[in-house]
C-alpha cells in the first residue's frame, strides 16, 4: 500500500492463479463426462533438445494434464535429432486417433523450420493456435484454435471488465505468439485495437490512451506507471529472470514487461508477474485440448470453454 502519494486506491490484483486453479477444476470435470463417453483427451507434448526453461515447461504441462485426468505422452528427442524425424514423429501423432493435442516445445534448435514443422501439424489437433490454418480462421472470425497465452489474458480480461465492447485496447509486442492474436481476440471484442511494437513512436503516449494495456514485449519492466491511463487494465505477459543479489550470489527473480509498483498506482486492475497470465497458459492448454478431443469426436466442445 502507497502511504506518500496515492489518492488513487492501489489497482485490484487480478488473481491468475486462482483463476486457473478454478478453471482447470471445471476443465477435469469435463475430462471425467468425456471418460464416461469413451473419449480420453491426449496431449502429445514434444521437446527437442535440452533448453533448460523449456524442460520446465513441459514438465508442468505433464503435470498439469495428468492433474486434469487426461492422457499426457512426452517425446524427447536428442537435439541433433533430423528435422525429417520430427516430421516423421508429427505425421504418426496426426493419425493417433487417442492424441488430440499436439505441442511442440518451442524454440526448435537452429537446423529446424519451425513454420515447417508447425505446418506439418495437423490444423484440429494444434493446440497451440499456431498453424497457419487457425491463425487465418481467427482472423476471419471462424472456429479456430486460439494461442493459449492470448486465451488466458482475455478471460481474465473478461472476468475483470465484462463487456469490453468499445474500449481502447493497446498491445504492446507484434508476436505470433501473443501480440497479433490478441490483437485478433480484442478485436472480435469489439475494441478498438492498437498493435504498437518497439518501433512504434511515442509509445509512452500510446500506451496513455488504453483502457487494456497488454504488455508483451519481453523487456523487464518497460512499462512505467506513468504509461498507465487511470483506472486503466493491465495484462503484464512477461516473463523474465534479472540478476536478484539481496536474494545471494548468482540468483534470480521474476519481473514482467511491467513496472509493477509505478503501474498499480495508477491503474485499476493489474496482473502480477508470477502469478498472472502464467498460470492461464496452462489452462488454456488444458481448454483447448478439451475442445479439440470434444471436436474429434463428433461432440459440441463444452459451452463454458468457448471463446
Ligand atoms: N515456447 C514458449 N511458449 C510456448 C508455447 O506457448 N507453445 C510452444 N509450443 N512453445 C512455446
Not at 514434444?46 to 526453461?53: H, I, N, Q, R
Not at 487426461?70 to 525429417?84: D, F, I, N, R, Y
Not at 479456430?144 to 473478461?158: D, W
Not at 502480477?272 to 488444458?286: D, E, Q, S
Amino acid at each position: 500500500m502507497d502511504q506518500q502519494t496515492s489518492a488513487r486506491a492501489p489497482a485490484r490484483i487480478i488473481d491468475g492463479k486462482a483463476f486457473a486453479a478454478s478453471l482447470r477444476a471445471r476443465i477435469a470435470g469435463h475430462v471425467t463426462a468425456l471418460k464416461a463417453q469413451g473419449v480420453t483427451p491426449g496431449l502429445a507434448v514434444v521437446l527437442v533438445g535440452e533448453d533448460p526453461a523449456s524442460e520446465v515447461y513441459v514438465r508442468n504441462k505433464g503435470v498439469a494434464t495428468a492433474e486434469a485426468g487426461m492422457q499426457g505422452v512426452e517425446h524427447k528427442l536428442p537435439a541433433e535429432t533430423p528435422e525429417a524425424d520430427l516430421l516423421a514423429l508429427v505425421a504418426r501423432l496426426n493419425a493417433d486417433p487417442a492424441v488430440h493435442g499436439i505441442l511442440v516445445q518451442l524454440p526448435l534448435p537452429a537446423h529446424m523450420d519451425a513454420d515447417k514443422v508447425i505446418d506439418a501439424i495437423a490444423p484440429e489437433k494444434d493446440v497451440d493456435g499456431f498453424h497457419v490454418q487457425n491463425v487465418g480462421r481467427l482472423a476471419t472470425g471462424m472456429d479456430a484454435m486460439v494461442s493459449c497465452t492470448p486465451l488466458g489474458c482475455l478471460m481474465m480480461l473478461r472476468e475483470a471488465l465484462g463487456d469490453l465492447s468499445g474500449l481502447e485496447a493497446v498491445v504492446v509486442g507484434r508476436s505470433n505468439i501473443v501480440g497479433k492474436p490478441m490483437a485478433q481476440l480484442l478485436l472480435r471484442e469489439n475494441c478498438t485495437v492498437t498493435l504498437a511494437h518497439s518501433r512504434t513512436r511515442d509509445l509512452a503516449e500510446v500506451c496513455r490512451r488504453a483502457d487494456i494495456l497488454v504488455a508483451a514485449v519481453g523487456r523487464p519492466r518497460m512499462v512505467q506507471g506513468d504509461w498507465v491511463k487511470p483506472g486503466a487494465t493491465v495484462i503484464d505477459v512477461g516473463i523474465n529472470r534479472i540478476p536478484a543479489p539481496e536474494r545471494g550470489e548468482g540468483r534470480v527473480r521474476l519481473v514482467g514487461d511491467v513496472d509493477f509498483d509505478s503501474a498499480a498506482k495508477v491503474a485499476g486492475a493489474i496482473t502480477p508477474v508470477p502469478g498472472g497470465v502464467g498460470p492461464m497458459t496452462i489452462a488454456c492448454l488444458l481448454a483447448n485440448t478439451v475442445i479439440a478431443a470434444s471436436r474429434q469426436a463428433g461432440l459440441a466442445p463444452p459451452a463454458d470453454l468457448a471463446y
